[in-house]
């Protein structure tokens, strides 16, 4: 699948249903030093948005997570409101295009290849 451009996204993401707009707002407020592909705990997004909308049943938003994950927004692995999930660059970019809100980058610097690996 073409990435869109900023553009396109900004547009696809003003065009959805409010409960994807919703699941996309929720992750920087569930986690506000949250950097960037950072996992998040599936459960966490879930309750923030049925808390917020009594109307909102938690398989809706469940539904929602895996819907979104399925056009490749978030990582597909352990998608369950128990485990976590994990925003892709495609769903970082989409995040920032519904919140202006940009994940830091990761600070944790690369582990070095030991010297017995050679």
Do not use: C, N
Not at 47 to 52: L, P, S, V
Not at 95 to 116: F, N, Y
């Amino acid at each position: 699948m073409a990435e869109p451009t900023d553009e396109q996204l900004k547009d696809y993401v003003t065009e959805m249903p409010q409960i994807y707009k919703s699941a996309l707002i929720a992750i920087p407020e569930t986690d506000p030093r949250r950097r960037a592909r950072d996992p998040i705990k599936a459960d966490e997004i879930v309750a923030r948005i049925t808390d917020a909308d009594q109307d909102i049943r938690r398989i809706d938003v469940v539904t929602a997570l895996t819907q979104l994950a399925d056009r490749g927004f978030f990582s597909k692995e352990l998608l369950s409101p128990f485990y976590h999930t994990t925003p892709t660059d495609l769903g970082e970019r989409a995040i920032k295009s519904s919140t202006g809100t940009i994940a830091r980058p990761a600070m944790i610097p690369a582990l070095p290849e030991p010297s017995w690996a050679s």
